[in-house]
Each structure stands twice: as C-alpha cells, then as structure tokens.
C-alpha cells in the first residue's frame, strides 16, 4: 500500500536551496574580483628597484628633496604615487616653487628603458632643476 502525504514540502525546499547556492556563488565571485582587483600589481606600489651599481657614491644630507623612482615596467613614481610625466612636471614645479634648493633624486631600475629616463630627465632640465641626483648602489 502507497501512502500520500498530505502536504508537498520538498517542492518549496528545492527552489530555497537553488537560491542559496547562487547567493553563495555570487558573493564569493563578487569577494574574488574585489580582491583581485584591489591586488591588481599596477595599484600596489611595490617600488623594489634594482639600482645599478657604481664605484663611486655620496649620501646626502637631510635637505628637503623628491623621489622619483621609474621600475623595471617604465612607471614613473612620486614617492609612492604612480604619475604620468605631464604630472611629474606639475609636482616637481611646484615643490622647486615653495623650495628653490630642492634635491631631486632619480631611483630607475638597471632593466628600465633609456628612453623613459631620458624623458624624466629632459622634464627635469626643463623646470631647471639643479640638484639632481641619480641612485646607486655602491659595489
């Protein structure tokens, strides 16, 4: 003998289920594009250069000065901002405005084009910098 329920329960549970997985597969697809986004290389300012190396070096002292740093993919950094050279240029002019003595110090990686440092360089020259400096490791 087949006995009948009275009431169809599982019918309900199996749409309830459904909606639950992909709730699930959504947050963990919107979770991993996040991150992915937020650990994107190009936002993470990993300024690890390799300097090349040189005989002879000097320090300098505690003057007030800019870094500017090109990595290994032809990035121009402020510090730690990424900038374009059309904003390397308006920085860079207005710090030598409020300071005339300013030391600006150019850390390229051994692997970076000549082109992209002469292109820094040239905007340097451009504003009339006097104090440049370019980094070295001592060998």
Do not use: C, W
Request: glycine content about 6%; hydrophobic content about 45%.
């Amino acid at each position: 003998m087949k006995i009948i329920p009275r009431y169809n329960y599982l019918s309900g549970l199996e749409s309830i289920a459904m909606t639950d997985i992909i709730l699930n597969m959504f947050i963990f697809f919107f979770i991993s594009f996040s991150l992915l986004y937020t650990f994107n290389p190009h936002r993470i300012q990993k300024l690890d250069v390799k300097l090349p190396k040189a005989s002879q070096t000097t320090t300098i002292g505690e003057q007030e000065q800019i870094n500017i740093t090109l990595n290994n993919e032809g990035l121009i950094f402020v510090g730690e901002d990424l900038v374009s050279l059309k904003e390397l240029k308006g920085i860079v002019s207005t710090k030598l405005r409020n300071n005339p003595e300013l030391i600006v110090i150019l850390r390229a990686d051994r692997l970076v084009s000549f082109n992209k440092i002469v292109g820094v360089l040239d905007t340097l020259t451009e504003l009339g910098i006097t104090n440049l400096h370019i980094a070295a490791i001592r060998e």
